[in-house]
């Protein structure tokens, strides 16, 4: 008796060997766009980061919430001690009425594998002044281009809380691909263990990934 299980296709059967991943990127790397910056965080981030996404509604979907300045320099140094990459979002021009100059979020690259030549885009937060505007769409351009055209990367991925739609509706907005669903995958801030729903960029898939996220800017 058979289980009626139906193996996936090889997309990739003459797949020819990549180049080696670079890791990890400098840290004098700046990404910058028409909209906002990008650069690796330093020591006097923390305040300004920490008042930008001062407001409980930045914090839903993430399992860990700094209370302080001081807890958000530790978890900073934490990150950057376990190879986690926090870029700092700020803005190039004044923008949804918020000043140029301004920290406005975070991202992150993180569970890197350079063997394997893949990373996530994750840990991504931005003052809500900002949600629903322009820089999200930057945001994710300057790393996905930075990812695949710098670094070498072949995959990225990229995971939200099954309960966080507007940012899965995000991801699919960058033409990101959904994937499926990790049950039970990780524990929330209040105890509690959340499915993850996973989306992906591939090294094939950022042409035209990119070609839509410039569009969406104008570019």
């Known amino acids: 008796m058979t289980s009626g299980w139906q193996a996936p296709p090889d997309p990739r059967k003459n797949d020819s060997p990549r180049p080696p991943m670079r890791w990890p990127p400098s840290p004098e790397t700046v990404l910058t766009g028409s909209v906002v910056s990008l650069t690796q965080h330093t020591d006097d981030d923390a305040e300004p980061l920490f008042a930008a996404l001062a407001d409980d509604r930045v914090w839903r979907h993430l399992p860990f919430r700094p209370t302080s300045v001081a807890e958000q320099a530790e978890w900073l140094a934490r990150m950057r001690s376990i190879g986690r990459v926090v870029w700092i979002i700020r803005l190039v021009t004044e923008h949804a009425g918020v000043a140029a100059g301004s920290v406005v979020g975070m991202s992150s690259y993180l569970n890197a594998a350079p063997h394997d030549a893949r990373l996530e885009i994750g840990a991504t937060a931005y003052a809500p002044a900002v949600w629903g505007t322009a820089v999200n769409a930057q945001t994710k351009l300057l790393l996905l281009e930075h990812a695949f055209e710098h670094l070498n990367v072949g995959r990225v991925q990229l995971v939200t809380d099954i309960r966080n739609v507007r940012s899965q509706r995000a991801m699919a907005a960058i033409g990101a691909t ?42």
């Open 178 to 219: 959904f994937e499926g669903v990790l049950r039970r995958y990780q524990r929330r801030a209040d105890g509690s263990v959340r499915d993850s729903v996973l989306f992906s960029v591939t090294a094939e898939d950022w042409p035209a990934v990119r070609t839509l996220l410039s569009g969406r800017l104008g570019q």
